[in-house]
């Protein structure tokens, strides 16, 4: 890239609105990745123009309930409307969780939101994968809304099982998002994961954006698909006119 075209792309990059504090350890890579993305694509004095609200985890944590679902909407799209006033021209919700009430808060805003289970479908789709397990948090793991949408693509997935995903939401909420790092986890999910690909599926799905802090996505016999990578690069393209 001449230096009259990066200077171009440097002037013309997109803000982007990011809602995290759901975990802060997801926010932090998040940060950090989109950094990246863009200082690789463009130059290293480059920082990635964003606007980030970190919201109060505790009012957020763990919800089970339609009510707490319902309170959750609110203070995201409460979120999102407020990114949008500053200036943000697209918005990302750092946590898979979070956007089982993506759609009502798209609904609520004018600019586009950016979805980590189509963008991760979309990528698996362009990859040829058919069949794939899903390992995340429980209600990632287990409840319809992740689960349809990611079918949705053009793929099968393999039933969950009850017990791993108690264990693996245990690993999340008591460890990785307080960025606890442990052997004793990372030979639990290497187990897992080992079990997992005995399945007759093509790939799987890191359904949690702290899972990276525990697996390798590199160095497994199956791809693995990070939806906390795949998301990010899609907001780079994003800072940068890549996509609509």
Request: aromatic share 6%; with cysteine.
């Amino acid at each position: 890239m001449t230096a009259e075209n990066m200077k171009g792309r440097t002037r013309y990059m997109r803000k982007l609105g990011l809602i995290g504090g759901v975990s802060w350890a997801s926010t932090e890579l998040y940060y950090r990745y989109l950094n990246q993305g863009v200082q690789s694509r463009i130059n290293s004095s480059c920082s990635a123009p964003i606007i980030m609200e970190s919201l109060n985890y505790c009012e957020l944590s763990r919800l089970t309930s339609d009510a707490q679902w319902d309170h959750a909407r609110d203070v995201l799209i409460a979120s999102a409307q407020r990114l949008e006033a500053a200036g943000a021209t697209a918005l990302m919700i750092a946590a898979n969780s979070m956007h089982k009430v993506a759609a009502d808060v798209a609904a609520a805003i004018s600019i586009p939101l950016i979805h980590i289970v189509d963008e991760t479908g979309a990528k698996m789709r362009a990859d040829g994968i058919k069949s794939a397990a899903v390992i995340g948090t429980r209600n990632v793991m287990t409840e319809a809304w992740f689960r349809q949408r990611l079918v949705s693509h053009g793929m099968t997935l393999a039933p969950y099982d009850e017990k791993r995903a108690e264990a693996i939401d245990a690993i999340i909420y008591d460890e990785l998002m307080q960025m606890k790092v442990t052997e004793d986890s990372r030979r639990t999910m290497k187990t897992f994961i080992t079990d997992i690909a005995k399945q007759d599926i093509d790939a799987i799905v890191l359904g949690c954006t702290e899972l990276v802090m525990l697996v390798d996505a590199k160095a497994n016999i199956l791809p693995i698909y990070d939806t906390a990578r795949i998301h990010v690069d899609a907001g780079v393209k994003w800072i940068l006119g890549e996509t609509d």
